[in-house]
């Protein structure tokens, strides 16, 4: 009987058992019955989930009895739930969403289907970024949203990204747009987050949108939402996503050879030669012997000296490991992630390292709370010295290795230095010794460390009523250490002992928003619904620096010992130390916000924002509320903005049209800030002394305070004031969708820091002055080309048409600025801003050729240099009416020399009345297309994008054409210069003193030169001014980035127990095709001017890069 009991027992018990595990099967797929991995099937109510596989079909397992409800989602899918009792499979069909039209889209506060805004909006998921393996999110970006121009300043690793949204809206202040991560306003996020823990990124483009975000909106939102975990059914997903390559140089200058260097070095000294010139340059110049033994010697040299090869060709190696362990149930989501990025730089000893960690997490406390919060820590570093430095400093690398001489002299070693000997003495104004001896004399190190915490609580209140209140904190501490030795310019500077510099700086920001929102989709008969938000934001900035600069360590300290030991430094007698400095501000914002959206029937939509905005950057303290009518507080903006919209897809008369699924017209009018400025504006500021002068008796002696900004008290905000009307298109069932925006932006009242007479005892004053114009056409296309059982196309297409223009300077019609490229005295401004202009015109002096032997009257020659130049028989005058360069030049015009067009006819070419707008910096369109393919497990991509209509402003070529220094090299354009010997080495041409030039016959001074293309760099400048020939096309189409992988099919991954495997090739920066002569078109190194964009000078170039990856999931 026991036994019996026992067994009865068993039974039982196995019975439980077994349902309590109990297997619901089935098969997914398509609308053309094809199979649908990765489809998410979850158990409603009971947490429970599993995927498809390759083939379709899933397997989930669960402890309740009776009928069940599984709910099917897949991204792109309608979302279905599906009854079952187990009792047999389950055969499930997904049909298509309306592509684009039903993605939520984050507009600020709360988010809305994509198919219901009546804002302009621009978009990228994830599942557009996967496919882009790169370090930065905002690399990620360029050419893939309408209207988003996004420029990286040079090729260095760790480069800085500029981002404009519809032009330049300012003229001198911040361009960049309002950053908001997961709800929280951030500063330079897309250079704290890895591009494989963003979900998605919405730009803001129009003031329907951007009004909310108020004072901080006119440059457009980009609005980052970070990947978060999923609902899995308990179970822990975790990814891996890596990848290795190698980038390389993929063009290089072409410079002169060793021959033609020798050449040119003979000729400069023969035309230069004094023979009572002791100097090392004129002795170096000696040692290249004569005319017939260079000749015989370098016109066939084995072995020239590419330093381009030796400074950037290697092989530059880098690596990115992301790790990613998510999961959830349905109360409680969370996704941790890590990444690791290192980078070499192509540039010798220079790198990037970033380390990034992500962890958010998402929980429902209940059925009317929801927390959450993600934290993040960034640690990035950026060694090397980089290419681009102003060249006063005689830092500049792409100088030193482009210019040094390209071959080994007679008696010396590659390696060669000698102050004594050599005319690359640090004593010639160029700096160029040897680059890689340079190089490892100078030590450079930026290292930035932030961490973030955002976090947030979400109320029902009621049905309809919810409260949420987000809380940010960020900390930014960016520090930056630079150690001359010697052989820099900078150390040279000081008794040419070691120097350093070491600036320490830290940015904090608080916010914190709280806003209610109340929502009901079916008021009256559920053909009207509405939308109201309501609430109130802070913010707070805080800025403080720290820098010092520390001279004097004894000669072969090393870095690492100076930055421990700073008190080895040792002034000599007479010296002093230069002072420490140090500021710090802090930056408040207090907000008051409200949104209104309205729709009847879906058909009828309405959106209504306002915002007021009180800043401590403008204006004296006033109180913290001030009537709205006080026209006297410039502390407060008020904001507000209105659209439309109007689907005539759903109006009767459209129905017999039946191939469009979804039709509207947009239209919004609104206007937003911007108080990107200087703190402290409003005040009067001074010139803080950073250094000590001489002292007696060991006491140092400073100078003064003097006054140097003028306090403005009236300063208020730019307002940029937005006018959109936009065009939604849905057809071919839905498997095309067109977006077409045309806009036109006014910005008023221009924050200038502004000149103001002398008389006045101050220099600046900031000022409201003046307004620019941006107007355009946007064109955003994307669809399915073609769908079938094994193989997909899809495709999109931008393009971005902006016209920018300078309506008013206040009181000025014009004022120059200057890029200061160059700074050395004397270099005149660059660009100008004139109304009726566009921001970014250059400015300067046309080029018209060189003068030749027919611009002159040759007279037979016997002055008093008759017997030392016997063979110069002829005296050159320029003829009479030909424009005279010699107030732009110094000197006295000869032939071949460079000839500038006399713009207002006055005979005598000046910098003051001929320079005129040379170029423009602002392309006329941007935009990209990208096909994706899938075949069975393989896919790839291509990534294509074009500028057009923009110029950039080659400093490069102008300085490396201009043989200012001994022993520089050029350019090889200047092989086909005008020669001033003849082919036995015999001069031709000379100036022997002011206001004479002197040479051979005409007849053989022109067959001489007969083939010559451009001028000689003899005596050409006393500087570098600005002229078209530095200004070239910019436009170029570069096919960005091409992909190629293969996923491994289910039949595999089953054996090795994962989840998915795909492994992939890229090809980035592929090719360009573009009539640009530098580097790369794609470059604005001063962007730390607003006004002069546009400037390649010493620019890092961009390199070519190969690799390969791999995605895993377990």
Not at 335 to 350: C, F, I
């Amino acid at each position: 009987m026991k036994k019996s009991t026992l067994l009865v027992g068993f039974i039982l018990f196995t019975c439980a058992l077994y349902a309590q595990t109990r297997s619901l099967k089935g098969k997914v797929t398509d609308e053309k019955n094809a199979p649908l991995p990765g489809v998410s099937v979850v158990l409603k109510g009971g947490g429970t989930g599993t995927q498809t596989n390759d083939s379709g079909e899933f397997t989930l397992k669960t402890s309740k009895t009776g009928t069940v409800e599984l709910v099917f989602s897949y991204t792109g899918y309608k979302m279905i739930t599906v009854p079952t009792d187990g009792s047999k499979d389950v055969f499930v069909k997904l049909d298509r969403e309306a592509n684009d039209l039903n993605d939520i889209v984050v507009v600020g506060y709360q988010t809305v289907r994509r198919k219901d805004l009546t804002a302009s909006v621009s978009s990228v998921g994830a599942k557009d970024l996967k496919d882009i393996p790169v370090n930065s999110a905002a690399e990620a970006l360029a050419g893939r949203l309408a209207g988003v121009q996004v420029s990286v300043s040079e090729g260095a690793p760790g480069a800085d990204v500029d981002i404009y949204v519809r032009g330049r809206n300012s003229i001198t202040q911040s361009g960049s747009p309002l950053y908001v991560v997961d709800g929280v306003q951030m500063e330079n996020a897309l250079n704290v987050l890895s591009p494989q823990d963003i979900e998605s990124v919405d730009v803001l483009k129009d003031a329907a949108s951007t009004a909310i975000y108020g004072a901080r909106g006119s440059n457009g939102v980009v609005i980052i939402t970070t990947k978060g975990g999923k609902n899995t059914g308990g179970k822990t997903t975790v990814t891996y996503n890596g990848f290795v390559g190698m980038n390389k140089l993929s063009k290089n200058l072409d410079m002169m050879d060793p021959y033609n260097f020798v050449l040119y070095q003979y000729e400069r000294a023969k035309y230069t030669e004094n023979p009572t010139d002791t100097s090392i340059a004129a002795q170096y110049i000696k040692r290249m012997d004569n005319y017939d033994t260079i000749a015989r010697t370098y016109s066939n040299y084995v072995n020239p000296i590419d330093w381009q090869d030796k400074m950037m060709g290697r092989n530059a190696l880098f690596t990115s490991h992301n790790i990613s362990v998510s999961g959830g149930t349905a109360t409680t989501q969370y996704n941790l992630s890590t990444t690791y990025n290192k980078q070499e730089g192509l540039l010798l000893n220079s790198d990037f390292t970033r380390k990034l960690l992500n962890f958010r997490f998402d929980h429902k406390a209940s059925e009317k709370v929801k927390v959450g919060f993600n934290v993040r820590y960034n640690d990035q570093s950026v060694t090397g010295a980089g290419t681009s430095d102003v060249g006063g400093a005689g830092s500049n690398r792409l100088r030193q290795y482009t210019r040094y001489r390209p071959l080994v002299l007679p008696g010396q070693t590659e390696d060669f230095y000698d102050a004594t000997l050599d005319a690359n003495n640090p004593g010639n104004g160029l700096n160029l010794l040897n680059p890689i001896q340079l190089m490892n004399a100078e030590y450079r190190r930026r290292n930035t460390v932030a961490y973030n915490f955002n976090g947030y609580v979400n109320i029902s209140l009621s049905k309809r009523l919810s409260f949420r209140s987000t809380f940010g904190y960020d900390v930014n501490a960016p520090e930056t250490k630079s150690y001359d030795d010697t052989l820099t310019a900078n150390a040279r500077a000081w008794s040419r002992m070691p120097i350093l510099t070491w600036t320490n700086a830290t940015i904090k920001t608080i916010n914190n928003s709280n806003v209610f929102t109340y929502s009901n989709p079916s008021l009256y008969n559920s053909k009207h619904g509405l939308d109201v938000l309501a609430g109130q934001e802070i913010y707070e900035y805080k800025y403080a620096v720290k820098s010092q600069e520390v001279r004097y360590f004894p000669v072969g300290t090393k870095p690492d010992i100076a930055f421990a030991n700073l008190t080895l430094a040792s002034p000599p007698s007479g010296f002093a130390q230069p002072k420490p400095s140090s500021s710090e501000y802090t930056n408040r914002q207090l907000s008051f916000l409200s949104r209104i959206n309205y729709n009847y029937n879906k058909k009828y939509l309405l959106t209504l924002n306002f915002r007021a905005d009180g800043s401590s950057l403008f204006g004296p303290n006033y109180s913290s509320v001030v009537a709205l009518s006080d026209s006297t507080n410039r502390k407060w903006g008020y904001f507000t903005s209105g659209s439309v919209a109007w689907r005539i897809s759903q109006e009767k008369f459209f129905q017999p049209l039946t191939f469009i699924n979804d039709a509207k017209i947009r239209f919004s009018y609104g206007q937003a800030g911007n108080n990107r400025i200087n703190p402290y504006g409003f005040t009067t500021g001074y010139v803080v002394p950073t250094s000590a002068g001489y002292g007696l008796n060991d006491v140092l002696a400073y100078t003064l305070t003097p006054p140097n900004r003028l306090g403005n008290t009236n300063i208020t905000w730019e307002t940029t004031i937005s006018r959109n009307l936009g065009f939604d298109l849905s057809f071919l069932n839905n498997r095309v969708n067109l977006t077409v925006d045309m806009y036109v932006n006014t910005t008023n009242r221009l924050l200038v820091d502004n000149a103001i007479p002398a008389t006045s005892g101050y220099s600046t004053q900031y000022q409201n002055v003046g307004s620019t114009r941006n107007k355009g056409l946007e064109i955003q296309l994307s669809g399915t080309v073609m769908r079938k059982k094994d193989f997909n196309w899809n495709s999109t297409f931008n393009i971005s048409f902006n016209r920018n223009k300078i309506t008013s300077l206040g009181n000025q019609k014009q004022f120059l600025a200057n890029s200061g490229w160059f700074s050395s005295t004397g270099n005149p401004a660059d660009y100008l801003l004139r109304v009726g202009d566009e921001v970014g015109s250059m400015y300067g002096l046309q080029v018209d050729g060189f003068y030749t032997v027919d611009d002159f009257d040759a007279t037979p020659y016997t002055g008093s240099y008759a017997a030392n130049y016997p063979n110069l028989g002829y005296q050159y005058t320029l003829k009479k009416g030909l424009p005279n360069p010699a107030a732009v030049l110094a000197d006295f015009v000869q032939p071949g020399q460079i000839k500038y067009r006399d713009v207002n006819g006055s005979g005598a070419v000046t910098l003051d009345s001929d320079r005129v707008v040379i170029g423009h910096a602002l392309p006329k369109f941007t935009g990209g297309f990208n096909q994706q393919f899938t075949w069975k497990n393989f896919d790839m991509s291509v990534f294509v994008n074009f500028v057009y209509g923009n110029n950039v402003y080659n400093a490069n070529k102008l300085e490396y054409s201009n043989a200012y220094g001994v022993d520089a090299n050029m350019l090889a354009t200047m092989n086909d210069r005008w020669r001033v010997i003849d082919g036995s080495g015999n001069l031709v041409q000379k100036q022997p003193t002011s206001g004479l030039v002197i040479g051979v016959a005409p007849e053989q001074l022109r067959a001489l030169n007969a083939n010559a293309k451009i001028w000689t760099p003899i005596r050409t400048t006393t500087g570098f001014y600005p002229s078209s020939y530095a200004i070239e096309d910019g436009s170029y189409l570069r096919i960005n980035n091409i992909t190629l992988g293969y996923t491994l099919p289910r039949s595999i991954l089953n054996r090795v127990k994962l989840a998915s495997v795909r492994f992939y090739g890229t090809l980035n920066n592929v090719a360009t095709i573009t009539g640009y002569s530098g580097y790369d078109p794609d470059v604005s190194t001063r962007r730390g001017n607003q006004l002069t964009p546009g400037v390649d000078y010493a620019g890092y170039p961009r390199g070519r890069s190969y690799i390969f990856g791999v995605n895993v999931s377990f």
